[in-house]
């Protein structure tokens, strides 16, 4: 990263923050985002013209030389921060090595020292296979055929506000956002939704204390009596904590109910932890704090700290589909599983404690938004995934999605960056690199932006 320039006196210094030389967006930004909507799919979603130029651990720098503190981390990929010099050498490494060979048609010896890792720490004892994928949904992809031609079913239970990706099998399972699946219909049939685990937002007007995790129990209670049977179902996708749908925590007790109703139906347990594994809650997986073991789990985002790979995680017998069956030409490409085996061991010596730890720290911060700030009306999270969800009245808990839309963009002009998640929530999904300092710097400029709003909406 560049010094602290001297023409603006008014920049900080500070190598671990901010430091804006230009108005945003700069001109080479504007440059290239006029580029941008000339030549590439409008489908892509960006909430403001940020224009990447480099990146070390929790900072951003553009291409005018304007330096972000990132707390969106490429969507929670890049969870040893940006540009870890170990894995950069890993990397190089490889690519001076073998950079394809294809693991669907040969053999490589790093793909089965990553599958053996990924064995060793998914939950659960026992024997493992790994599949190998590119993206998310590639590995959402393959659970769905997995848990079909093993159980020999063909229906799928998933839940409300759920992203579990965007090509065909995966979509039918999200259930989002309505510009997700607007004009691609038919989509993949057999999929059944029900209410997610929201205490802040119980469809059944239950409290939690009062809930007996009545959302999990409505499976058997209603669905499997009213509407499909029990052993047409081969499995249920869960996120262990909710990302796209608005970094929402269930209570323990409901990954548990689902794993107990799984093991009495012959059902299969999908984890999708593909934004909320790999250390980012201050453990390995999200599931871990319940103590479920699923059946299926699903890797990908920050397991190569930004090259793309995904896992298919199952028990060995579950894993016994014939050749052909499946397969990816680029999954489990060697220099993606070179970025995986450093991010894996930086994860495990310290990043998910820090995760931990700096989780701590940032709820901290935050809890007492929703008696400080009138927008706030929910603080919620694990580790170093971390929601706040805004409206604009406590006691309705109307949305407040123009709010939080409005500080998503006065923290870019403040050097921040963040992302938006469900209706009105802003999601916290810092590298799990990120500094004490850092955190605190993020929450400094988020209160001063907030409060501005709050005082343009009372005005």
């Known amino acids: 990263m560049r010094a602290a320039s001297k023409r603006n006196p008014t920049a900080s210094s500070d190598a671990e923050g901010p430091l804006l030389r230009t108005r945003l967006p700069g001109p080479q930004a504007k440059r290239i985002v006029e580029q941008d909507h000339r030549y590439i799919s409008p489908s892509y979603t960006r909430s403001y013209p940020l224009v990447a130029k480099r990146g070390r651990g929790a900072l951003i720098e553009d291409v005018d030389g304007n330096r972000f503190l990132d707390f969106s981390s ?7 921060g940006h540009c870890h010099p170990q894995v950069v050498r890993a990397i190089r490494t490889q690519a001076a090595e073998l950079i394809h060979m294809s693991g669907t048609d040969f053999y490589y010896p790093s793909l089965v020292t990553l599958s053996r890792k990924l064995s060793e720490i998914a939950p659960g004892a026992g024997r493992k296979r790994v599949y190998f994928g590119n993206s998310g949904t590639e590995a959402i992809e393959a659970a769905m055929k997995l848990a079909r031609i093993y159980t020999g079913r063909d229906k799928f239970i998933a839940f409300t506000n759920a ?22 219909g038919p989509l993949v049939p057999g999929v059944i939704h029900i209410p997610y685990a929201n205490c802040y937002r119980c469809v059944y007007n239950l409290k939690p204390e009062d809930c007996g995790v009545h959302c999990a129990r409505i499976i058997e209670e209603q669905l499997f009596r009213t509407y499909v049977p029990s052993d ?22 409901f ?7 799984c093991d009495r139906h012959g059902i299969l347990l999908v984890a999708d932890e593909i934004q909320c594994g790999m250390g980012r809650t201050g453990k390995m997986w999200a599931c871990d704090y319940a103590g479920v073991v699923p059946d299926i789990l699903c890797v990908a985002k920050g397991i190569a700290s930004g090259l793309p790979l995904s896992a298919t995680i199952s028990r060995a017998e579950i894993m016994n589909w014939p050749p052909g069956a499946h397969a990816s030409t680029f999954g489990g490409n060697p220099v993606a ?22 989780g701590q720290h940032l709820m901290e911060r935050l809890q007492d938004w929703p008696a400080r700030h009138s927008l706030v009306g929910d603080v919620r999270g694990r580790g170093l995934m ?21 500080l998503i963009q006065l923290a870019f002009e403040n050097g921040l960056l963040v992302l938006g998640c469900g209706v009105s929530t802003l999601r916290l ?4 690199v990120v500094s004490r300092k850092q955190i605190d710097i993020a929450v400094a400029i988020l209160d001063r932006c907030l409060t501005r709003i709050e005082r343009e909406t009372a005005a």
């Not at 990954?255 to 109703?261: C, F, G, N, V």
């Open 255 to 261: 990954l548990r109910e689902l794993r107990r109703i």
């Open 74 to 80: 490429g969507i929670a990929v890049v969870a040893t």
């Open 386 to 406: 971390v929601g706040i969800e805004f409206v604009k009245d406590r006691r309705t808990k109307e949305y407040a999605p123009e709010q939080r839309d409005r």
């Open 337 to 358: 599983i070179a970025a995986a085996l450093a991010t894996i061991e930086l994860v495990e010596k310290k990043y998910m404690e820090n995760a931990a730890r700096m």
């Open 163 to 184: 992203f579990h990706g965007r090509t065909y099998g995966s979509l039918s399972l999200t259930a989002s956002r309505p510009a997700q699946r607007r004009g691609f």
């Open 429 to 432: 999904l810092p590298p799990l």
């Open 232 to 253: 047409e179902v081969a499995a249920i996708f869960v996120e262990p904590i909710q990302g796209e749908g608005g970094y929402v925590v269930p209570p323990p007790e």
